[in-house]
């Protein structure tokens, strides 16, 4: 029989108090019940919030790997994008609590209206600039449903023929683990073992106009969309040319096919305006929204996009449990006005500058173990020359031991994502910690 009590660190589950467990004993306990679909970092398990950049963690004692002690951890990382408005923003909190404590209605399906989707509904069709809104949870289910849109578009509106309706993406790219998002990936590690696959799906290389005009002319009759990352986060922080996008979006309109980007991690000001493609003076006919929609609070997601986009939806071709549920709504709208009213693009695009600097500085001074730095906003990157000594996932670690919480990715790769609402001393505490370990590389 399953026996569960307490709370915080006197929860217990059959007698085992999580507060009581070491690093090594929540690693044995994920190891042997959990999927084994993460890799996360040794030696540090998250206990709780300090403020809205500083993560409390347990690390093993120097005494005893059973004892455990507590360190600060400023979070350079941010959930990948999804706590763009700091741990426990407290504007969201009040209105979390406001809403369970005074207005006492969490959960309802879309099967009836509830008040607070006219709330999420307004603000974040403003907010984007689009003309409709479709809720949704994960982030990588607003893509999936851009994914569905762009196709049904293509065949409602642009009359592809039935089953014959091309997406292009770029190659590189990340959308999520959805089976769709898999087949539009050119990772192997995410496709092995799950075919077969999405047809209807052709990749281009990232940034490489020439390569999509010449796709287009000889399949565009059938293209119903370029579904793609306006900037590249999981690969790197991969930025395309200046003039990049509004090409891309000029010849889109000429062949009569959609832009849609997936703004799951460069959305809700991370790259220092609201949503990426603002930064190159284009609006896409369809994006896909998550991740700091929910504030870290929630998941929340949504779909915007124009009007006869999203209007070939009809009841029952679509719908999510939670997508747009009360609590959820109540979230999304106070994730929005956080975004707004504490102006956090702005103060991303002012740390990203100085963040960036300090990159630049790093990279002088160190030739040959920095290859390159890239970031918009603080949405930011450095990669390595790719060396066995020269190793993402040293460098995480011993970031870690510094007290700041970082991820690599493709091997030679460090992102650095912290939240919006970071100081200018949390940026020079990140600086600092990433100078002393690429000096001891």
């Known amino acids: 029989m399953t026996k569960i009590k307490g709370y915080g660190d006197n929860l217990t589950v059959n007698n085992i108090c999580i507060g009581n467990l070491s690093p090594s004993e929540h690693e044995k306990i994920e190891l042997e019940k959990g999927g084994q679909n993460y890799s996360p970092l040794e030696n540090v398990v998250v206990s709780h919030v300090k403020d809205s950049s500083t993560l409390i963690c347990r690390k093993p004692s120097n005494e005893n790997i059973k004892k455990y002690v507590e360190e ?9 994008s999804a706590v763009n408005q700091g741990q426990l923003n407290q504007t969201i909190v009040n209105a979390v609590i406001a809403h369970l404590k005074e207005e006492k209605l969490p959960t309802v399906p879309r099967s009836i209206r509830h008040k607070y989707m006219s709330a999420f509904l307004l603000a974040s069709t403003s907010f984007t ?6 809720p949704k949870v994960a982030g990588v289910e607003s893509w999936e449903l851009t994914f569905k849109l762009c196709r049904r578009w293509g065949y409602f509106v642009k009359n592809i023929p039935e089953n014959e309706c091309i997406i292009v993406g770029a190659k590189g790219n990340f959308h999520g683990r959805s089976l769709a998002a898999v087949s539009m990936s050119d990772d ?6 799950f075919g077969p696959f999405v047809r209807g799906i052709e990749l281009v290389p990232f940034n490489d106009y020439q390569a999509l005009k010449n796709l287009f002319e000889e399949k565009g009759d059938k293209i ?12 790197g922080v991969i930025i395309p040319d200046d003039d990049y996008w509004p090409k891309v979006q000029t010849l889109c ?11 799951v991690q460069t959305g809700f000001g991370r790259t220092g305006a609201n949503f990426a493609h603002q930064l190159y003076n284009v609006k896409p006919d369809i994006m896909g929204c998550g991740k700091a929609a929910g504030g870290g609070i929630l998941p929340v997601s949504f779909v915007a996009g124009r009007d006869d986009v999203i209007g070939t939806l009809t009841p029952g071709s679509e719908g999510s449990t939670f997508g747009g549920y009360p609590l959820a709504s109540v979230v999304g709208t106070y994730a929005i006005k956080t975004l707004i009213e504490e102006n956090l693009a702005e103060n991303a695009k002012i740390r990203g500058e100085q963040l960036m600097n ?10 040959d173990k920095i290859k390159e730095v890239r970031g918009k906003g603080l949405l930011t990157a450095f990669e390595m020359y790719d060396s066995k000594h020269l190793d993402g996932h040293i460098v995480s670690v011993e970031l870690l ?8 990715t493709h091997h030679s790769t460090v992102r650095i ?9 949390h940026i020079d505490q990140i600086a600092a910690g990433i100078r002393k370990v690429v000096k001891n590389l």
């Open 188 to 193: 192997p590690d995410s496709k092995k073992g």
């Open 72 to 80: 600060e951890l400023l979070d350079g990382l941010c959930c990948y």
């Open 358 to 367: 300090y990159f630049r500085d790093i990279q002088n001074d160190f030739p």
């Open 417 to 425: 994502a912290p939240a919006l609402t970071v100081k200018p001393e």
């Open 224 to 235: 119903a969309a370029f579904s793609v990352e306006p900037i590249q986060g999981e690969a």
């Open 401 to 408: 031991n510094n007290g700041i919480y970082a991820k690599e």
């Open 129 to 134: 600039k689009m003309d409709r809104v479709v």
């Open 253 to 263: 309109k000429k062949h009569n096919i959609l832009l849609a980007f997936d703004e």
